[in-house]
């Protein structure tokens, strides 16, 4: 089996998503290196990563680089001390980053507002992703879904779906990023306005009009995504500034960490803008 195999069958419990990210990561890394991961020694792994640009790119080409070596029953101990250094680096990037955000970013009224500018100029695609973002924080990929009519047509755990019956809209995740620690997760959605625009999105559909076709390239769901938010700003963006806005609303927050499928933890670290 090859290197590329092992590390395939070790994560084949992950989310679609994560494997790719292992893959590419792994890629690159075996590119760096001009040979497979195992049969580099651990400080020529090191002095490849301290070379790249940003902490982000060392934290994810270490991880691989222990993974591959732990599979191989090989001794990571530097990279490991080297990784717990570099996640004291990426918070204090973090604190950087919401220090410029804390000027930059629109506000939370600013979104809602955008919001419901969509519906009144009948954008009903558009208006459907940032409603989603605000009310339920999901990431891109959670916006990738069958539009169906029927209960029957939601079997497939390997998708997502967005359900649309007579009086109501139920929203199923089967595919996100933490699916596998978190599960299916399933909301009930009843608000007129998104109702209409779901009802409206599914018929433009059935005509194979272009406005039908929720997400034209699934490829490229993030720029899409980003397309149809306030500014361009991104799911990412949308999330911080639903945190700060509820920052101070303990039961909100628990709402939103079990609405995307995130720890409380990471939360605050990674998107609470006022962390510094």
């Not at 290196?33 to 060392?58: A, D, R």
């Not at 970013?105 to 600013?110: A, F, G, Q, T």
């Not at 779906?161 to 809209?169: G, I």
Request: glycine share 4%; net charge positive.
């Amino acid at each position: 089996m090859s290197e590329l195999d092992k590390l395939n069958d070790s994560v084949k419990d992950k989310s679609v998503n994560t494997q790719k990210s292992y893959k590419t990561q792994y890629n690159k890394l075996v590119k760096l290196l001009g040979k497979p991961v195992s049969e580099t020694s651990e400080k020529k792994l090191i002095e490849i990563v301290l070379e790249q640009p940003n902490n982000n790119q060392k934290q994810a080409l270490i991880n691989i680089g222990i993974l591959i070596r732990r599979l191989y029953e090989l001794s990571s101990t530097k990279l490991e001390a080297l990784r717990e250094k570099l996640k004291e680096n990426l918070k204090e990037d973090v604190k950087e980053k919401n220090s410029v955000l804390q000027d930059t970013l629109p506000s939370y009224d600013d979104i809602v507002e955008y919001t419901e500018n969509l519906w009144d100029k009948m954008e009903w695609r558009d208006y459907i992703i940032n409603y989603l973002l605000i009310n339920y924080q999901v990431r891109n990929q959670d916006l990738v879904f069958d539009l169906v009519n029927l209960k029957r047509q939601t079997k497939d755990d390997s998708k997502n779906y967005m359900w649309l019956s007579p009086k109501k809209v139920v929203y199923i995740r089967n595919v996100y990023k933490t699916a596998n620690k978190y599960g299916k997760k399933v909301v009930t959605i009843t608000d007129p306005k998104f109702l209409l625009a779901v009802k409206r999105v599914y018929a433009c559909n059935k005509r194979d009009e272009e406005s039908g076709v929720f997400i034209p390239t699934l490829s490229q769901v993030g720029y899409y995504i980003m397309k149809a938010t306030y500014k361009q700003i991104g799911e990412g963006a949308y999330l911080k500034i639903i945190i700060k806005h509820h920052r101070k609303d303990f039961s909100k927050l628990t709402e939103i960490s079990e609405n995307r499928g995130t720890s409380m933890k990471t939360l605050g670290e990674s998107y609470d803008i006022e962390n510094l």
